[in-house]
């Protein structure tokens, strides 16, 4: 087995990646707070993703 060294100044941390259908807990919308900011997460017929507050 091969062992990689990684810079830790130098490398980029991984960007969180969540699944749009687990966030609506398999419906089409969600809510998402921020800063006490309610918004709403809508995943359209056509598959696409509405972000509004």
Do not use: C, F, W
Not at 2 to 31: N, W
């Amino acid at each position: 087995m091969m062992s990689e060294k990684i810079d830790r100044k130098t490398a980029t941390p991984a960007i969180p990646q969540h699944d749009a259908v687990e966030l609506t807990a398999g419906g089409s919308t969600a809510q998402i707070v921020l800063n006490e900011q309610i918004y709403t997460l809508r995943i359209t017929r056509a598959g696409k993703l509405i972000l509004t507050k």
